[in-house]
């Protein structure tokens, strides 16, 4: 078998553990993992439309909807006009919703386990193969648009190169290293698209600290 395949082999473990780990939360919370993600989504992002949930979580619109629906029965979001433009409705989570996200956003304890197994430098190589992953499964249309450092204005790859916090954030203004990759930051802003092809180049040629 490939390294490629083994690698996806490896991966499909991961997920077999985390579609587990969310169906036994289902049980005990009642919510569906669909349900679950726009809860946390909702919490984590901030008030939003029903089209933009479904494109973000990557689902349908149809299911979305019905997810919603089975939401606002079980008091865990309420729908309110969009105060910029009162013919659509954003959703809101309620209290509820916001106690159940918390807990839906824990990650499992065998996962956390296993990831601190690895030494801090493979840490930093695993982030940052995620990250080239993600990144092109972005590019590709096969994921949604993620809030990467490299996809951001305020990241400045290899611009200390040779150490090893080779990145900048322009944003809090420090450097950082790959083990400080950001894969969903709060802050990100996305570069323009005329800049990503070089923010790209220059993070994939960043080197390791000598
Ligand atoms: S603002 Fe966030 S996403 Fe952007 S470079 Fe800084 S840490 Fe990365």
């Known amino acids: 078998m490939s390294t490629s395949m083994n690698i996806a082999t490896g991966l499909s ?28 989504h909702l919490v984590s992002r901030g008030p939003a439309r029903v089209t933009d949930v479904a494109e973000e979580i990557a689902v349908t619109q149809p299911t979305a909807s019905d997810s919603v629906s089975a939401l606002v029965r079980k008091g ?38 296993a990831i601190d197994v690895l030494e801090p430098d493979e840490q930093a ?25 490299v996809s951001c204005r305020h990241f400045q790859p290899n611009k200390h190169k040779g150490t090893d916090q080779p990145h900048h954030c322009a944003f809090v203004d420090a450097a950082f290293g790959d083990a400080d990759l950001r894969l969903d930051c709060g802050d990100h802003e996305p570069a323009e698209d005329t800049d990503t092809s070089a ?5 994939a040629s960043a080197t390791p600290a000598e």
Do not use: N, Y
Not at 199 to 203: G, H, P, S
């Open 13 to 40: 473990k991961i997920g077999m553990l985390l579609r587990a780990s969310e169906w036994a939360r289902a049980d005990t919370s009642g919510l569906t993992p669909t349900q679950s993600q726009i809860l946390v």
């Open 76 to 113: 865990m979001i309420q729908k309110r006009s969009d105060p910029a433009d009162a013919r659509a409705v954003l959703l809101h989570p309620t209290p509820a919703g916001r106690r159940v996200a918390q807990d839906a956003a824990v990650w499992p304890d065998a996962l956390l386990a």
């Open 125 to 149: 190589a695993f982030l940052k193969g995620l990250t080239k992953m993600i990144r092109t499964m972005q590019v590709r249309g096969a994921i949604p648009v993620q809030r990467l450092c």
């Open 199 to 203: 923010l790209w180049a220059a993070f």
